[in-house]
């Protein structure tokens, strides 16, 4: 035995995990090509290099490099970060740089390292660090971190991210060292020779710089210095004695190095507040004084004066120079007079920008400037130089060149330079601490030989949590430790004392707040803070290390080191005070360990073995050590604790113990305890009680129960032979080992029951306690407590905080055991601080355990006076279950004791309960303090517990209004609380939060976050709550779903473009036919049209051909047509790759003939085709494709121009792809400079694309570059006196028209008052403006109308403009007002084509006139304007208006009197004056034609109107109203007969504004009756049926199938301006036609679409589904309040019409969203493909499984219990449910297998569980079940060894009473109104009485306050107490001699008993007859 115990000692005295040290780096550059590169290089002639780039640089590192030289490397190691890795390992990485190369690996102690990046570079590696760059985001001041590696070289620096971003910034400066910050880089310039001989004080440039990111210049830092007379002094940092030696990010201070006076200081570095920016940039310039007077020449002047612009802080005012008078100047001003009497001058550095690097170390300045006129180095380069100070004098050590010397060559230069804003600084240090010096003054010439500049730098905590910031000063040999506190907000620091500790090299440790100190001697010391803790052993290098002293020494050592486990004898040997390790001894001086360490080096270099050189690399609890030799070896130290319980416990002695109490007691159980993974948990459980209790003053070898944990630990051979092989794998041994251990034995006692305690220390307590008693009367009086122990006077208050602690693991599953285990240690306290309540409750708990223990440790009477009893120890012990259970039975109960930061859980459940259960609102904000009492620790901050108290109250402002349940839920997640901590609470505790989370999963709120969807369970909300969370990544939404359009293979479907229609969703919404299909079909335009020409016989073949071709043109047209349609039926369909381009289908005007397919060509030249006849269809193809780009797609400005096709016949598809871009909100990413490029081709419908597309884009913004850029294309915005551009007529449309959206309903003066006399501009001057002058008078007027939207007679300030009027007047006529102000000027010259004369051209200006008069009164409901737009009633003046204004004046009458519109025939019909619809007379000459055509467009125009009204909604009424007008049109037509007829043209307009007005109705649904009306018009090609018509048919299909049925019309403002845009009623006659309307324009009715449509996705399988809806519309004044039910995926109603949208059972989980709240929620929904996630409920099928909804759980078996068990088929779970835990649940235990006990029971129970829980929708209810079956039955066979699960059973009936009992019988609360809880409540109470039957005489004896015996103290009795919640009653009479009911009763209220609990008891309290016992009975 001795032996193992030897060998383990051997193995584990050492620091853990030694291994061998080689960078991972070093082996991976063995194989990485990198010297190649810089070769190459090499090999280039100069001048190459001096034009390459970075060429500067990289000659001076050419010369500067030696190739023989070895390559100098360097590494750095750090804890991985979690980002870099997704699994949650601990790693390590490692960043090496060598030469050229920078190694990033990873690795961790179980893996090997591997490369996660490498980097090459160009010249020499200088320094590779890692740096977080905080890039800040546009909204709401959020930083988002960029991790990058900064690889540092001569002249750059290269910054890599992880994200993989790439950056090059040049250095304008020569960097010494760049340091990491909080903030970015800082860089510290090297100190050339010149700045030393610079003389005067703050001469020099500034030498400490900040990047802030990587492409932000390079700004100087200020510093901020301690003692300046006031605190705004703020300079730049330009002190070249200060050399930086440390920089820290968290917290953000600077460590640096003063060379002259050999002191360090600490600043903080912070940003620059704009106080102290603005003070550094006022500050005037140092004037100069009088040796320079001669100086001051104009040259002079003017270079100094650009200077103080540039250089000086005071950039804003130029510096006044009196070179008469010496005057004092700004001391921080970085110029100053010395600078030229030094003849030193100034020129500026290159730029960040700007790669000459003209400053490299081997070109002097002064060369580089004489060196102007060399190639290469043009003057030109100097004009963008930076804004640094530097000298003009050559650096080299040649000689000073003075200004005056080379006059010629420095003012040439400087008077290239342009003046420039200084550089703003970004960073600012100031100062906190300087270190004084105290060197006796005997030592000064060494010290001056002996730099005192610390090597080392680094920040380390002790085990206390005081901080220290720590110099190693090596050529003293001395550690410096500087004491400071942060203060609350982390804004200041407060430094205290210095220590130093003697030591010749150190590492910090910082996850076990310790560090490692290298002495002088060799030997390896681990101190915490500066206390001294132990040495520590590395082996193999013991013998060595310990050679160099002398004998007595190492002995002494060998005394102090740790070592683990021994015997019990040599380890209380240690624990004397005596051995608690003592301050540091003072040092001795400076001088003599400067000998004695150069010795020391001198004697080691001749010793053969290997002892420690030096520490580095130190990660969390790991350290490398340079040895001697050069190899190097990693270790590991041992944390403080590796048990769980002995961690807490520790933490809750720090709590409590004063400061230095408490570092003691932690390092001595350091050294004890050294001895990581040696020992079990368990073990070190048993060690630490040993420990504690010494240091108390107890003997722990007098007492039993300690001496016998000595030898639990098994140390058996097999252990150790285990602990030193290295292999995971298993073993037969092992299997072994477990069957005979305890836990093994234990286990299979207590099978029946569930969460046994497998702590060994109640397994010594059971199987010795014979043993124990023999002994303990062996001993013949009690042992004594030491009244000198170092924790003695400190045990009441250990005490309390460790009950604490033990309450607070109670309530956690996962701690019961060590809660077991600590119970041990706390009766022992108890019982000696004579405690009995205490002892009691902790008997109560722990019967089987407790009863072991008897011995109790006398404490002196005298000595109790030592002890400190803390004011909160009471004798009422604070038991938590007892506490919460009297709240849910509603009494008082007082505030509960808690320790911030160690209990949180009580903190949580108390506080849940007082919320929920008590019903205090204010719970958890501001009643805290009536439920909890905070312990005041000694030393802890309650920073937390504020935080959390603010945390609560901003959460206590959101829910103050919502129910109690949801109050919790909300709290519990702000708190942190998820489902796991749930799963860990026990069953009873957790059942009130288990009922919130039910009460609030039936309806949660839409607008919860994701975490409290989470916790109550509802995976749909959960799911919806991410994806609204994502950060606008709308895109990665359709990938996680399957809402991808399936990947057709055949190539012809790719091609028509219409591929990416969502079929899941549209097969839901359209699943009895192929509609969707049919569409497809109609509109696809790249495949040849079928050409069927019969030949008759007359016909020759040549006249043949011509016909086929004739027939081919009549077809094309139709085909030309479809386009825009299209564009129309994929919107937003679609998400671009960003790697590939815009798939855009052909648009195919080819024919085949039937039946030999022969191909059939316009191009053959038989037959005349109009030219540019494809320009504008090729133009809307464009448009139709990029139409399918989604808003939320990934586009820039690089895909854009990326998609730009090289082919001219490409540019129209193009130019419409640009257009369509802005409709969909990406052209606001193309950069200016590509518009620019754009608009500079000249490309006619480039521009008209883009210019509506970038206004579109910008619609209603005002937004300037926009307006500039679309006024350069219209003359009436330009200067008078401009220059004329010849801007083809129809971008001067496409602009006007773009100027009214970006201006849209602004109602912006000047704009509005151009427009206005842009409706009647006149022809002119000379030949211009002579061409389709209505489109541009419409345009102006439909711009005017966007401007001045539905602003009516609210105008402000445009009375005098007279709108309405001059509206008014170029609608009828009249004569022409003058023009006034700049157009003018441009109308002088008469136009030479047309002569108007001087009356208005109505047929010009009316249609804008009209439109622009109906938009800006539009819903206003304004009648006397309507009047104006009435058509005549006299047949006179109806002659004297074109039918089309008829139809454009009824339009817009109708949408002025919006509220009038009516959805039925006589509401349009009364829209026709009574002289048309009346009966003629025959007497007068009617022109019959004029008749029917004012008749038929007044119609059309009613019914456009009504189609705008009713635009998505669906309406049946206004359907119906459209179609039966459609169907006498229709039949009008065909009546007509010959297509040639007179009204036919007429007739089929107003059909097809027919058609498109019931499309609009209809839009998005799809409706079979318009789309066969539309398919009947396709097949129409003959005729009159032109390009136009063709066009709105198949914008009417398209807007009937809007988005693919996703998409639906709005009727806002903005949306019926742009229908109004669209669907203007005048279309083109053929495909080049512009004369009356733009043909781009027709694409604007996107801007009227808006998602709508609502598709459910089940949470489960993610596919789409249908779900029943309930939707409420708002009461209006046509209807009151209704609800209507619709079957999802369904168009929902326009938003601002609806009051709520609910998910409606029993098939679903209920979800309601409430829009009186606002519409935001469900706007993001439908945003986002309208995906809305829907849970099934258990029990329930789809919709689509089951239709009828047959094949769901039976209801009838859900009303009656009993048959719905039987009738529930376990084989039928997985249709109730997809929970794979109750799937697995019913596998395997409700079928009956062999060996189980009672198995039709056990059957039957479990199955009637499960049926429970899945038809009540509570699946995590079954553990609760089961635990609650399992306690009972435990009870029912004797088999409870503790009474927890009883408390538990408690709880749970306590709420039962409270909830159920109490409440009306008509509510039902499903989580507690099954039949089990009473009948487990009656076994409960049966097994009970029955063991009070047979063992009255035990409690009879326990309420005595008898000793019980053996037999007696059993668990049931422990179990009957708790049960029965009866109170600690030992040692009172109170109950004792009751002789009636009565007198028991009035004792027993004051006890707190309740009745039922009496009424069982009275019979054993009662010493009465026979006769009261039957009364009970009864």
């Known amino acids: 035995m001795s032996e193992v115990v030897y060998e383990e000692t051997a193995t584990m005295i050492a620091a853990g995990e030694l291994q061998s040290f080689v960078p991972f780096g070093r082996d991976h550059c063995k194989n990485h090509p990198n010297a190649f590169n810089l070769q190459l290089r090499e ?301 030193q001058s100034r020129i500026l550095m290159s730029s960040p920008g700007i790669h000459s690097r003209i400053h490299s170390p081997s070109i002097s300045n002064m060369a580089a400037l004489s060196r102007a006129h060399s190639p290469g180095m043009a003057a030109p380069s100097l004009s963008g130089m930076a804004r640094f100070n530097t000298t003009l004098h050559s650096s080299s050590p040649r000689g000073h060149h003075g200004v005056l010397h080379s006059p010629n060559s420095t003012t040439n230069e400087t008077l290239l330079l342009p003046e420039l804003e200084p550089i703003i600084p970004d960073l600012c240090m100031e100062q906190l601490w300087s270190e004084t010096t105290s060197a006796p003054a005997t030592f000064n010439s060494l010290d001056r030989e002996m730099s005192s500049q610390a090597s080392k730098v680094f920040l380390t905590s002790d085990v206390c949590e005081n901080r220290y910031l720590c110099f190693l000063v090596e050529s003293h040999q001395q550690l410096r430790c500087v004491k400071f506190v942060e203060s609350n907000d982390k804004s200041q620091f407060i430094f205290a004392s210095v220590t130093c500790i003697a030591a010749k090299d150190a590492e910090p440790l910082q996850n076990i707040d310790a560090m490692l100190v290298l002495e002088a001697c060799g030997s390896l010391v681990l101190y915490t803070g500066i206390t001294r803790v132990s040495t520590v052993f590395v082996p193999g290098l013991l013998s060595s290390t310990f050679s160099l002293t002398n004998h007595r020494a190492s002995l002494y050592m060998l005394e102090h080191v740790s070592t683990p486990t021994e015997a019990g004898s040599r380890r209380l040997q240690r624990l004397d005070e005596a051995a608690m390790p003592s301050p540091v001894s003072e040092l001795r001086s400076a001088y003599m360990k400067h000998q004695e360490g150069s010795f020391l080096d001198d004697y080691t ?164 306690t014979e043993g124990m008693s023999s002994s303990s009367s062996l001993s013949s009086a009690s042992p004594t407590l030491d009244n000198s122990a170092p924790l003695f006077a400190h045990i009441p208050a250990l005490f309390y905080v460790l009950h604490l602690l033990y309450q607070e693991l109670l309530l956690n599953e996962l701690h019961r055991e060590r809660a077991s285990s600590l119970v041990c240690l706390l009766q022992q306290l108890a019982r000696d601080l004579q405690l009995e309540e205490y002892v009691d409750l902790y008997w109560r708990d722990y019967p089987s355990l407790i009863r072991g223990f008897t011995e109790s440790c006398l404490i002196d009477q005298t000595l109790i006076g030592q002890m400190q009893h803390p004011s909160f120890l009471r004798a009422e012990p604070p038991c938590v279950f007892s506490w919460l259970s009297s709240c849910l039975r509603g009494e008082e109960a007082p505030p509960f004791p808690y320790l911030t930061g160690i209990c949180h859980r009580i903190r949580l459940l108390v506080l849940s309960y007082a919320l929920y259960i008590s019903g205090d609102d204010n719970a958890t904000s501001s009643n805290v303090a009536k439920y909890l009492v905070k312990l005041s620790a000694g030393q802890k901050s309650c920073a937390s517990e504020q935080q959390n108290k603010r945390q609560s109250s901003i959460n206590q402002v959101e829910f103050c209004s919502e129910s109690l349940s949801e109050q919790l839920v909300v709290w519990l997640t702000s708190e942190g609380f998820t489902l796991k901590d749930l799963e860990s609470v026990p069953f009873g505790v957790a059942l009130p939060i288990r009922d919130a989370i039910y009460h609030c999963r039936e309806q949660p709120c839409a607008d919860w976050s994701e975490e409290v969807c989470l916790l109550i369970g509802r995976q749909d909300r959960t799911r919806q709550a991410h994806k609204m969370s994502l950060a606008k990544n709308k895109a990665s939404l359709s990938s996680s779903l399957s809402l991808e359009p399936p990947v057709t293979t055949e190539t012809d479907e790719e091609e028509d473009g219409m591929s990416d229609i969502v079929q899941e969703v549209t097969g839901l919404i359209w699943s009895q036919d192929l509609r969707v299909l049919e ?686 068990v039987r009738a529930f088929k376990l084989e039928a779970i997985s249709t109730f449910t997809s929970e794979p835990a109750l799937l697995s649940f019913a596998e395997f235990f409700c079928k009956a297998s062999d060996g189980m006990k009672h198995r039709e029971e056990t059957v039957a129970l479990f199955s009637t569980m499960l049926y429970e829980c899945v038809t009540q929708e509570c699946p995590e209810m079954l553990p609760t079940y089961i635990a609650i079956e399992q306690v009972v039955g435990a009870l029912c066979r004797g088999e409870l060894q503790h009474s927890f699960s009883l408390w538990q059973m408690r709880l749970v009936l306590d709420l039962w009473e409270g909830r159920v009992l109490r409440r009306p019988a008509n509510c039902r609360d499903a989580l507690l109104s099954s039949e089990f809880l009473p009948i487990m409540k009656n076994k409960v109470d049966v097994a009970l009485d029955g063991w009070l039957k047979d063992n009255s005489s035990a409690l009879r004896s326990y309420m005595r306050g008898e000793t019980l015996s053996e037999d007696l103290c059993s668990p049931m009795l422990a179990c009957f107490l708790v049960s029965r919640s009866l109170p600690y009653l030992r040692n009172t009479t109170q109950l004792q001699g009751c002789t009636s009911f009565g007198d028991l009763l009035s004792r027993s209220s004051k006890l707190g008993i309740q009745l039922r609990d009496l009424l069982r008891l009275a019979p054993v309290l009662l010493e009465a007859g026979p006769g009261i016992q039957t009364l009970l009975a009864h």
């Not at 108390?696 to 070898?701: D, S, V």
């Open 43 to 343: 090999l280039q002639p100069a001048s190459e290099l001096w034009s390459s780039d970075c060429a500067a640089g990289l000659v001076g590192s050419l010369q500067e490099v030696s190739l023989q030289e070895k390559e100098k490397e360097s590494w750095q190691l750090r804890k991985g970060s979690a980002d870099a890795l997704e699994q949650d390992v601990e790693f390590e990485e490692e960043l090496y740089a060598a030469g050229n190369v920078v190694v990033w690996s990873q690795g961790s102690r179980t893996q090997g390292s591997n490369v996660y990046k490498a980097f090459t570079v160009d010249s020499p590696v200088e320094q590779a660090l890692w740096c977080n760059f905080s890039v800040p985001q546009s909204k709401n001041d959020e930083e988002k971190v960029e991790h990058t590696v900064c690889i540092v070289q001569n002249g750059c620096v290269n910054i890599h991210s992880v994200t993989g971003k790439d950056f090059l910034s040049p250095l304008p400066i020569q960097v010494s060292k760049v340091w990491p910050t909080k903030f970015g880089l800082i860089l510290e310039r090297k100190i050339t020779a010149a700045d030393g001989q610079l003389s005067a004080p703050g001469e020099s440039l500034p030498t400490v710089f900040s990047m802030l990111h990587p492409i932000d210049e390079v700004a100087p830092v200020v510093c901020k210095p301690t003692g300046s007379m006031e605190g705004s002094c703020v300079e730049y940092m330009s002190d070249t004695t200060m050399k930086i030696v440390f920089a820290c990010c968290q917290p953000s201070i600077v460590v640096s190095y003063d060379t002259v006076q050999g002191t360090h200081s600490v600043w903080s570095l912070r940003k620059v507040t704009h106080e102290e920016r603005s003070t550094l940039l006022r500050c005037p310039a140092e004037p100069f004084s009088g040796p320079l007077g001669f100086l001051a020449t104009d040259f002079l002047m003017s270079h100094l004066r650009n200077f103080s612009r540039l250089d000086s802080p005071g950039g804003s005012k130029p510096a006044r120079f009196n070179p008469g008078a010496a005057q004092s100047g700004a001391v921080s001003s970085p110029l100053h007079y010395s600078s030229l009497h030094n003849h």
């Open 605 to 768: 270099f001749q010793q053969a073995t290997p002892y420690i050189h030096a520490l580095r690399d130190p990660v969390c609890n790991r350290v490398t050590l340079e040895l001697s030799n050069g190899t190097m070896l990693r270790i590991s130290i041992p944390d403080i604790a590796t048990s769980e319980l002995v961690r807490k416990c520790l933490q809750a002695i720090r709590f409590i113990l004063p400061k230095e109490a408490a570092m003691k007691v932690l390092v001595k159980w350091y050294t004890i305890c050294n001895a990581p993974g040696g020992i079990s948990a368990h073990a070190e459980w048993n060690l630490f009680v040993t420990c504690f209790l010494t240091l108390m003053g107890y003997n722990t070898e007098r007492l039993t129960w300690t001496r016998n944990l000595q030898f639990e630990v098994p140390l058996s051979p097999v252990i150790a032979a285990k602990k030193a092989r290295p292999c995971d794998a298993g073993s037969d041994e092992d299997w072994e080992y477990l069957l005979g251990s305890h836990y093994h034995h234990q286990m299979s006692s207590f099978s029946g029951f569930g969460p046994a305690d497998s702590s060994g220390v109640k397994e010594t307590a059971t199987a010795d």
């Open 1079 to 1764: 569409v497809r079909r109609l509109l696809q335009s790249s495949r040849p049209v079928r050409v069927s020409v019969v030949q008759l016989p007359e016909v020759s073949d040549h006249e043949y051909i011509e016909e086929k071709e004739n027939k081919l043109l009549q077809l094309s047209q139709r085909t030309m047509g479809l386009p825009v349609g299209r564009g129309l039926f994929t919107l937003f369909s679609y998400q671009p790759v960003p790697t590939e381009l815009l798939p855009i289908p052909k648009l195919n005007l080819t024919g085949r003939a039937p039946p030999r397919n022969t191909m059939v060509d316009l191009n053959s030249g038989n037959i005349d085709v109009p030219a540019n006849m494809t320009s504008w269809p090729s133009f809307h193809n464009g448009v139709a494709a990029g139409l399918k780009i989604a808003p939320a797609s990934q586009v820039d400005s690089a895909w854009i121009v990326y998609n730009k096709n090289k082919s001219q016949e490409m540019a129209n598809e193009h130019a419409g792809f640009l257009m369509a871009l802005g409709l969909n909100g990406h052209l606001t990413k193309l950069a200016t400079l590509n518009i620019h490029d754009y608009l500079t081709k000249g490309h006619e419908m480039t521009s008209i694309g883009l210019l509506l597309g970038v206004a579109a884009a910008r619609i209603g913004t005002m937004d300037m570059s926009t307006t500039r850029l679309l006024s350069i294309h219209i003359p009436a915005l330009l200067p008078p006196t401009s220059t004329e551009l010849d801007v083809p007529h129809n971008i001067q449309v496409a602009s006007v028209i773009g100027i009214g959206l970006v201006y849209q309903g602004t109602g912006h003066r000047h704009i509005a008052e151009v427009l206005q006399s842009e409706i009647g501009r006149p022809p002119g001057p000379e030949m211009e403006y002579c061409t389709d002058r209505e489109s541009y008078s419409l345009a102006a007027g439909l711009a005017l109308g966007m401007v001045c939207l539905g602003q009516g007679s609210n105008l402000i300030g445009m009375s005098d403009l007279n709108v309405p009027e001059q509206m008014y007047q170029y609608m009828v006529g009249g004569h022409r007002r003058a023009q006034v102000g700049a157009s003018r000027e441009r109308h002088k010259s008469p136009s030479y084509q047309i002569k108007e004369g001087d009356t208005i051209n109505v047929d010009v200006t009316c249609p804008g006139a009209t439109l622009a008069l109906a938009m800006i009164y539009l819903k206003t409901n304004n009648r006397s304007i309507a009047d104006w737009l009435k058509p005549p009633d006299t047949w006179f003046l109806l002659d004297f208006i074109k039918p089309e204004f008829l139809l454009l004046r009824t339009l817009a009458r109708c949408i002025i009197m919006w509220d009038d519109i009516l959805p039925n025939t006589e509401w349009v019909k009364s829209n026709i004056p009574k002289i048309i619809r009346g009966t003629l007379d025959s007497s007068q000459d009617i022109n019959m034609e004029t008749r029917t055509q004012a008749q038929d467009y007044i119609t059309a125009g009613a019914c456009m109107a009504l189609g705008l009204r009713f635009a998505g909604s669906a309406n049946s009424d206004a359907f119906d109203c459209l179609y039966e007008f459609a169907k006498s049109f229709t039949k009008a037509m065909s009546l007509s007969g010959a297509a040639a007829a007179p009204g036919y043209y007429n007739l089929q307009t107003a059909l097809s504004m027919i058609l498109l007005s019931m499309s609009m109705v209809m839009s998005g649904t799809g409706d079979l009756k318009v789309l066969q009306l539309c398919r009947f018009l396709h097949y129409r090609t003959g005729g009159e049926m032109n390009y136009g018509f063709h066009m709105a048919h198949h914008m009417a299909l398209g807007m009937l199938f809007l988005g693919g049925g996703r998409y639906n019309l709005s009727t806002s403002n903005s949306a019926i301006a742009a229908l109004l845009c669209a669907l203007y009623p005048h279309f083109p006659s053929h495909s080049t036609d512009n004369r009356y309307h733009l043909q781009a324009l027709r694409h604007l009715a996107v801007l009227a679409a808006e998602p709508r449509l609502l598709v459910p996705v089940d949470v489960d399988s993610l596919k789409p589904c249908y779900a029943l809806l309930e939707v409420t519309y708002k009461e209006t004044r046509w209807y009151a309040e209704t609800t209507v039910e619709l079957m999802a995926p369904t168009m929902l109603p326009e938003l601002h019409l609806l009051r709520r949208v609910r998910v409606k059972g029993p098939r679903y989980w209920e979800l309601s969203i409430d829009l009186n709240k606002g519409a935001q929620h469900l706007k993001s929904v439908l945003s986002r493909n309208g995906v809305l996630y829907v849970k099934l409920r258990a029990g329930q099928l789809s919709y689509k499984d089951d239709p009828q909804g047959w094949k769901s759980l039976p209801t009838s078996a859900i009303n009656q219990r009993n048959s719905g």
